[in-house]
């Protein structure tokens, strides 16, 4: 599962996250707002689940496993240095 939340409540995005992810994503933001997402172990992130992401005004953990993203669109979002 690309999509998970981990024991403490983090949700963490893990490997490929493809357009379908971003339902999930979207879900489990709703049912609590304040959760922290860890995008560390992701290696390539659809833009869908970035603009769910973006859309839920929170600060993504750590830098962005998709180098890409990292590169040229982490810099544009608020985020938080360390998971823990």
């Given at each position: 599962?690309?999509?998970?939340?981990?024991?403490?409540?983090?949700?963490?995005?893990?490997?490929v996250?493809?357009?379908?992810?971003?339902?999930?994503?979207?879900?489990?933001?709703?049912?609590?707002?304040?959760?922290?997402?860890?995008?560390?172990?992701?290696?390539?992130?659809?833009?869908?689940?970035?603009?769910?992401?973006?859309?839920?005004?929170?600060?993504?953990?750590?830098?962005?496993?998709?180098?890409?993203?990292?590169?040229?669109?982490?810099?544009k979002?608020?985020?938080?240095?360390?998971?823990?």
């Amino acid at each position: 599962m690309t999509i998970r939340r981990s024991d403490d409540g983090i949700v963490v995005l893990d490997g490929v996250c493809a357009v379908e992810d971003a339902e999930s994503l979207l879900q489990m933001l709703q049912a609590t707002p304040a959760a922290l997402v860890d995008w560390t172990h992701c290696r390539q992130l659809h833009t869908a689940v970035l603009q769910v992401i973006m859309a839920s005004g929170g600060s993504p953990i750590g830098p962005c496993g998709d180098l890409w993203v990292q590169q040229w669109l982490a810099p544009k979002l608020p985020q938080k240095e360390t998971v823990g």
